[in-house]
Nanobody, 121 residues
Framework: QVQLVESGGGLAQAGGSLRLSCVAS????????MGWYRQAPGKQREEVGI???????DYADSVKGRFTISGDNAKNMVYLQMNSLKPEDTAIYYC???????????????WGQGTQVTVSS
């Protein structure tokens, strides 16, 4: 079955940068989309950015101009380049994806385990 594994989280200073990676493994025919969500303490999980197989991206207003999502379709990977980090970016970041499992159109949707991003002032 498909699994998503995030990496790259850690501690950064305000104004610094981190790059998150997520790889989807398993039997995947093609990826429909991959994205990043985050959940800060006491808050609901929110969408950070999404990228479709065709390369279309969408970002939350709070990260536009600072974060960039990119993907590698051949490797079933998605990246989140986070620049100009702010303390309010502190959260657990989760990879999310929807994949086609075969040419018959069957799909899989799931989440990674999350990676902690902490931004200090």
């Amino acid at each position: 079955q498909v699994q998503l594994v995030e990496s790259g989280g850690g501690l950064a200073q305000a104004g610094g940068s981190l790059r998150l990676s997520c790889v989807a493994s398993g039997t995947i025919f093609s990826m429909k989309y991959m994205g990043w969500y985050r959940q800060a303490p006491g808050k609901q999980r929110e969408e950070v950015g999404i990228i479709t197989n065709g390369g279309t991206t969408d970002y939350a207003d709070s990260v536009k101009g600072r974060f960039t999502i990119s993907g590698d379709n051949a490797k079933n990977m998605v990246y989140l380049q986070m620049n100009s980090l702010k303390p309010e970016d502190t959260a657990i970041y989760y990879c999310n994806a929807e994949a086609f499992l075969g040419p018959n159109g069957s799909t899989w949707h799931g989440w990674g385990q999350g990676t902690q991003v902490t931004v200090s002032s």
